[in-house]
């Protein structure tokens, strides 16, 4: 019960939630657009992993030029994406787009498992191994980069959406697509571009936590879960919710694990979410929705 | 400058506009009445190319729009305030006036913050809130804001729908000065108002939609002094009447027979 | 076709029996003898899923977990306290009924992805139950050994011998499935599926359904898992009671077609053999499945049992088997008698209360505030009993909030609405409709997927009682009510002049009968007050003219009307009395001719003058 552990709880806390956040913000991102639940979300975590990996093992790529190698190709990635699994099911109702995003999630998985092999793979870090002490309180360097390169990552983003006009007419088109349209906003291409800055949200992601985890199919599977999880209890369809979500969900897990049960780990995050959905459905920043008679 | 002919529009299984016809010239307010349901923003959807028609021709500057994307429609000149205001409620009053500028081409930063100028100049309290977010501001500032960007398109044609719905007396009356002016500046207008006295006073002409058909079209001046008008909104025909005549002759003979 | 359908169902039933003696001949080797055996134990699962999903219309993602409840409450008392193995099949299904409820009660609340995460999270939690309460389950290590059932002296150890008990209740649960769907719990299920509101306001309790619907998939699943857990090699892990393995119930319930009970079984089986046929696929098998989902969703989203409805076959061969049955026959009977022309009386079994020109319906100061928006702000009304009343004022005035507060959608900020002497302030829609106060929507609310008759049904849940098991099992009284039900439906259908369109589709109907089908299923639960809500939007002049008739037609027959319209000639040729708001509050009241000629009312639509321009 010292400050210390504490302290170290906390900061593992903020960085899984960094990461949580982040894919919770590729999801919030995807539905203020699209009004789609994008349940292979975990998966453009995964994916960009894997090819980092492979980059690195095969070719050799310096880190700088890795991930932007990787960025790119997810940038790619979410424009085919939005393409291929979104497009045709724009105008379907809820339940085939939910499990039509779920089967791209399972091809993913056995798509990366086949391109790259059966076994989970180290990705190298860029940070040294060993923990910093900082202020006595022992800390992996990995999770220090994590929490600034997601506050590096949000600044950018907060710049780009509020100080470019292309940032602002993408606003525009997640807030009143209609009224976008009626503007002459391209709404198509507002649309691309968020599958494309999503899917690198999910790039740096999986470049930043693969260092922690081993590099497999099932990597994104229970992130994506729980970064959807984020999102409700932060407020769906809110920026600031999904990220604030995320950093409540990490913290609150490494908490709950350590001091109440470490075997239900990965439970806690869904208990959060049936008790927010109880008591506080639109959760902490959300607003309500009431179907209009 | 606007040329629509034979319009027939489908809501769904409904058919909302059963052939309309109407036209709006260079410099004009012309007024588009009707009760509600009348088919007046299906007329706007129908021209702005968020509904498409199936059957009939709209021609813009002698170009046909029909089956045209929203946003071509915009870049060619005509600007929409739909009906509830629509600004984007996350954004602030000048993200909104500048978003207002996207179909501009060859516009220079100059001729931007000149129009932006001039739209504070008619709607003082915007230049007081610029940095407030839409959802902050109130109904008629909303309003306001929602005319000032489209005026920020540098349209030739507005479209106005319902710009007093909601709004307390006194800010109704601001409005439609501004509309006026708006006018007198050089913009045509095509206004669609439930509030038609308010309407006709600042229009040239009026056409009134009733249940997808033109029933009446004319000068505004004519329009406001025709005691028909009540008819059409109120219901207050002679057939109804009559109907309602020998309704009451029939039941008091129903009520007799029943009674024994 | 020669053959009745009448005779053919009980040969039907013979050439099931002699396949299912006969199957196990036919397949000579173990291996897809237990292979048959979890085929059926996933249909099973799926069908339960088929009900919450496809006739309740609740995304539920936590199938499996039910499934391995079952499995484990049986596998448990069977190896821990020696029960017979019948015992826990009971117990299977039960308990893991009991846990729908569980997970039905919170989450009533929620609809779409939701419920999808509540569902999620809820069937991983129960995975992490089962894999850490190791004194009870084993944890990861499963439980071994667990026993075959007795059928007297001889033990179902053999695939084979399994498999007899895994057809025959396949053939019973599948049965009790179908019958579930053609009753009044059926239709209340899909009532909710297709528009929840209108089933609320329509009568169906919604809350007491979906917990239903949860409990009784949750306990198909928890049968199936004690068939998983007594068959093939006797031993149950956590590891197969994953949320993958909720997608992939997901996913067979999906591609048999959503809503069919046959196409659960058969999506179930296909989705069990494919990986055996193609297992030359070796690693790709997933991805080849996944990208098969995608493919059917996009272009065959409603399943199977959607391209073989489409078929011509198929219509022929449902239309040959329903020729026989009673509905059929019912509205055959009902078409040739009376051909008569004039003003038809529709049933109503309206009490002939006392025919005074006393209020019906009596609102006190009814306000609705949505944060600073004052919608409604203190309105005081009254509709005399046997009049017709028009609500009426300019966009925004709070007409439709006012209606919403009196059919219970709406919790009224202040005030107070009393229904013939009765105060249902407050109350829950369905509660208000047995109260005699039935509506019709703005943008019509129907059941679309379901029949017209089938609309008109619905309407008369409030006044039937038939609960599951006489749903299922149909005794005498089950049966003598569903003929009242219907014959009553086809009079009311006859009625508004739907005669003929008895079993399309209601969606399929032009809009203008479709209004006229809202009608007759507001009617249908036979109310004192009859709220509609701009009923002659969208209609041509024709159409409008008929409804004016249908409403003089219901006012006469003692039903009373509230209705809100835009349609002004509409209002003042119907109305015995006008009400007309602004701003959510009452500006006047009085008749036709008096509201005419009323200043504020001509200002209220025409616009007053305001200021000089």
């Known amino acids: ?293 | 400058m606007l040329n629509v002919e034979g319009i027939e529009t489908w809501y769904g299984a409904i058919q909302a506009l059963k052939g309309i016809s109407l036209d709006v010239e260079q410099g004009e307010i012309v007024a588009l009445l009707g009760a509600n349901g009348a088919g007046k923003s299906t007329t706007i959807k129908t021209i702005t190319g968020m509904l498409k028609p199936s059957k009939g021709k709209i021609d813009f500057q002698g170009r046909g729009i029909v089956g045209w994307e929203v946003e071509d429609i915009a870049e060619a000149g005509i600007a929409c305030v739909p009906e509830g205001r629509h600004i984007f409620p996350g954004l602030s009053v000048i993200d909104n006036l500048i978003l207002g500028t996207t179909p501009r081409k060859n516009s220079s930063k100059a001729d931007i913050d000149r129009d932006m100028e001039r739209v504070f100049h008619l709607f003082p309290p915007l230049k007081e809130f610029k940095d407030r977010l839409g959802w902050q501001l109130s109904g008629g500032q909303q309003q306001m804001l929602a005319i000032g960007r489209g005026l920020m398109s540098a349209a030739k044609l507005l479209l106005l729908d319902e710009p007093s719905l909601g709004l307390a007396p006194v800010l109704v009356q601001e409005v439609f000065k501004v509309i006026n002016e708006i006018n007198k500046a050089g913009t045509t207008i095509l206004l669609v108002e439930q509030n038609a006295r308010m309407a006709l006073l600042i229009a040239n002409r009026g056409y009134v939609l009733e249940t997808g058909r033109l029933t009446l079209t004319d000068t505004a001046a004519n329009l406001l002094a025709n005691e028909e008008m009540k008819a059409h909104y109120l219901g207050a025909h002679a057939h109804v009447k009559e109907a309602r005549q020998r309704r009451r002759e029939a039941g008091r003979s129903k009520a007799n027979s029943s009674r024994e | 076709m020669c053959m009745n359908p009448r005779r053919v169902k009980p040969l039907l039933f013979v050439v099931l029996a002699l396949g299912v003696l006969v199957f196990p001949k036919v397949v000579s080797s173990s291996y897809w003898m237990n292979l048959t055996n979890l085929a059926i134990s996933f249909s099973i699962a799926c069908l339960g899923l088929n009900i919450v999903l496809g006739y309740a219309g609740q995304l539920s993602l936590a199938q499996a977990a039910f499934w391995g409840v079952g499995a484990y409450t049986s596998a448990i008392l069977t190896t821990r306290l020696g029960m017979p193995v019948w015992t826990g099949m009971i117990a299977a299904f039960f308990v893991a009924a009991f846990f729908g409820v569980v997970l039905g009660i919170p989450t009533l609340k929620l609809s779409g992805h939701y419920l999808a995460m509540a569902t999620i999270g809820f069937g991983i939690i129960l995975q992490l139950i089962l894999i850490n309460a190791i004194w009870l389950t084993g944890g990861s290590d499963g439980i071994t050994k667990i026993p075959s059932p007795w059928i007297g002296s001889l033990e179902l150890k053999d695939p084979n011998a399994f498999f007899y008990v895994a057809a025959v209740s396949l053939l019973l649960f599948t049965w009790a499935a179908i019958r579930l769907k053609g009753s009044r719990v059926g239709r209340a299920f899909m009532a909710i599926r297709e528009n929840e509101m209108a089933a609320e306001t329509t009568g169906v309790d919604s809350t007491y359904y979906k917990i239903m619907a949860f409990a009784l998939s949750a306990g198909y699943a928890g049968f199936g898992g004690w068939l998983f857990a007594h068959s093939a090699s006797h031993y149950i892990s956590p590891d197969t009671f994953s949320f993958e393995q909720s997608v992939m119930l997901l996913a067979m319930a999906v591609l048999g077609g959503n809503g069919s009970a046959m196409g659960a079984i058969v999506g179930a089986v296909l989705l069990t053999l494919l990986p055996e046929v193609l297992r030359f696929l070796k690693d790709s098998y997933m991805m080849v499945y996944a990208a098969g989902i995608v493919l059917v969703m996009i272009f065959m989203p409603g399943g199977i049992a959607s391209l073989v409805k489409a078929l011509k076959v198929s219509h022929r061969l449902a239309e040959w088997w329903n020729a026989g049955s009673a509905v059929t026959q019912e509205i055959a009977g009902v078409a040739s008698a009376g051909n008569g022309s004039g003003p038809s009386k529709f049933p109503a079994t309206v009490a002939d209360g006392p025919r005074s020109n006393g209020a019906l319906l009596t609102v006190k100061g009814l306000a609705k505030h949505f944060g600073g928006l004052r919608a409604v702000d203190g309105v005081d009304m009254e509709v005399r009993r046997g009049e017709i009343q028009a609500l009426i004022g300019p966009n925004g005035s709070g007409k439709t909030t006012i209606l919403n507060m009196l059919s219970g959608l709406y919790v009224p900020t202040a005030g107070e609405i009393v229904l013939d002497g009765v105060m249902v302030t407050g109350q829950k829609p369905h509660v208000i409709t047995t109260h005699g106060l039935a509506r019709t929507f703005q943008n019509i609310r129907l059941f679309g997927e379901l029949s017209v008759l089938d609309n008109v049904f619905i309407g008369q849940h409030c006044h039937s009682r038939a609960g599951l098991v006489p749903s299922v099992f149909r005794p005498p009284s089950q049966q003598a009510e569903e003929t009242r039900m219907r014959k009553k439906a086809l009079e009311l259908l006859k009625f508004v002049g739907l005669r003929g369109k008895e079993l399309a589709q209601a969606k399929s109907l032009p809009y203008g009968q479709q209004r006229l089908l809202e009608l007759a299923r507001a009617l249908a639960s036979d109310p004192k007050l009859l709220l509609l809500d701009e009923p002659a939007a969208g209609l041509n002049a024709n159409e409008t003219e008929a409804l004016v008739e249908l409403l003089f037609q219901i006012r006469d027959q003692g039903v009373t009307i509230l209705l809100v319209e835009h349609d002004m000639s509409l209002v003042m040729n119907v109305s015995d009395h006008i009400t007309v708001l602004n701003f959510g509050r009452k500006i006047a009241e009085g008749s036709a001719e008096a509201i005419e000629g009323n200043q504020e009312v001509i200002n209220a639509y025409l616009g007053a003058e305001v200021g000089n321009a």
């Open chain 1, 1 to 293: 019960m010292d400050l210390s552990t504490n302290l170290q709880m906390l900061t593992t806390g903020l960085a899984m939630g960094s990461i949580y956040g982040l894919v919770a913000l590729g999801f919030v991102l995807i539905f203020n657009a699209v009004n789609v639940v994008n349940f292979a979300q975990g998966e453009f975590v995964m994916v960009p992993a894997f090819v980092a990996v492979w980059l690195m093992e095969v070719f050799h790529v310096p880190y700088p030029l890795l991930y932007l190698i990787t960025v790119v190709f997810m940038g790619a990635f979410g424009i085919a994406f939005q393409r291929i699994a979104y497009y045709p099911l724009r105008n379907r109702t809820f339940l085939p787009v939910v499990i039509s995003t779920i089967g791209v999630s399972i091809f993913l998985k056995n798509g990366a498992q086949i391109v790259f092999g059966a076994e989970p793979k180290l990705m190298q870090r860029p940070t040294p191994p060993d923990a910093l002490n900082v202020f006595g309180v022992f800390i992996d360097p990995q999770f220090i980069v994590i929490i600034l390169c997601t506050l590096a990552l949000l600044v950018f983003q907060h710049f780009f959406f509020e100080k470019t006009k292309l940032g602002k007419m993408m606003q525009a088109t997640a807030q009143d697509k209609e009224m976008a349209r009626l503007l002459g906003i391209r709404v198509a291409k507002m649309i691309a571009i968020t599958f494309a800055y999503s899917s690198i949200l999910g790039a740096a992601a999986g470049i930043l936590v693969g260092p922690i985890f081993y590099v497999a199919k099932e990597m994104g599977g229970m992130l994506g879960l729980k970064a959807f999880c984020s999102t409700i209890v932060g407020g769906f369809g809110n920026v600031p919710g999904a990220i604030l979500g995320g950093l409540f969900l990490g913290v609150v897990e490494v908490f709950a694990a350590y001091y109440i049960s470490s075997a239900y780990r990965d439970g806690f995050a869904f208990i959060i979410l049936i008790l927010v959905l109880l008591v506080r459905p639109q959760g902490f920043f959300g607003e309500k929705i009431a179907e209009k008679a």
